[in-house]
């Protein structure tokens, strides 16, 4: 099966960007493995921010963005927040309705 | 509004079945333009997709769970369930459910609360 990796942790100091990237073992992300974006906060079920590599959810701010960054699929968090410190976790669908997701990114603001 | 609640035991032993449902209110298990999920966590772990369900029954399970993995739909009950048998420590975690979408697949959204299952003896 898949692997999918993502940065075991990042920092981001407050009003800055980050990339969190999301890598396959087998080969390159592409718009065929419909990245998605969940943030999760502890004791909290995800919220999905990001569907379709680059669709926003409702509600969700516009300074989360989602993108392929070469062979890599990729959240991007602008002007960060305090809040905005959370675990992040990215699923790829490998096709035949199954879907793998990384091992999450745990982003600290400071 | 779409809400999903799981339920079922919060504590087995070895090698016991594991019994989820997952109860839809606001919506319908029988829409054709969803399918409805289960994901897992274990404790201070990341999240595993453990498998997903269509109205018509049709099932897509993770390859690392298939052997011991049954899902299905109760549409007169407007929820759907999760059998794993032969379950051990490794099986502890939160499990949630939750709504995908038929054309964005890994998007899944809402989510349940979760529930915490413990494996142990």
């Known amino acids: 099966q898949a692997v999918v990796t993502q940065e075991p942790s990042f920092s981001v100091s407050p009003g800055g960007t980050v990339t969190l990237t999301c890598a396959l073992s087998s080969g390159s992300v592409s718009t065929n493995h419909y990245a998605t974006w969940y943030q999760q906060t502890p004791g909290q079920a995800p919220r999905a921010l990001i569907y379709?590599?680059?669709i926003r959810s409702s509600g969700v701010p516009d300074r989360f963005s989602g993108s392929i960054l070469g062979n890599k699929a990729a959240l991007t968090i602008a002007g960060a927040q305090a809040d905005d410190e959370s675990h992040y976790y990215c699923?790829?669908?490998?096709?035949?309705?199954?879907?793998?997701f990384g091992g999450g990114t745990k982003l600290a603001v400071l | 509004q779409l809400q999903l609640q799981e339920s079922g035991p919060g504590l087995l032993k070895p090698s016991e079945t594991l019994s989820l449902t997952c109860t839809v209110s606001g919506g319908s298990v029988s829409s054709n333009i969803y399918y409805w999920g289960w994901v897992r966590q274990p404790p201070g772990k990341g999240l595993e997709w453990i498998g997903t369900?269509?109205?018509?029954?049709?099932?897509f399970y993770n390859p690392s769970l298939k052997s011991r993995l049954t899902i299905s739909v109760d549409t007169s009950k407007n929820q759907f369930s999760l059998e794993l048998t032969s379950v051990t420590a490794t099986d502890t975690a939160m499990y949630y459910c939750?709504?995908?979408?038929?054309?964005?697949?890994?998007?899944?959204?809402?989510w349940g609360q979760g529930i915490l299952v413990t494996v142990s003896s």
């Open positions: 699923v790829l669908y490998m096709g035949g309705g199954i879907s793998v």
């Open positions: 379709n590599t680059n």
């Open positions: 939750a709504r995908r979408a038929d054309w964005f697949p890994g998007w899944f959204d809402p």
């Open positions: 369900i269509y109205y018509s029954g049709n099932t």
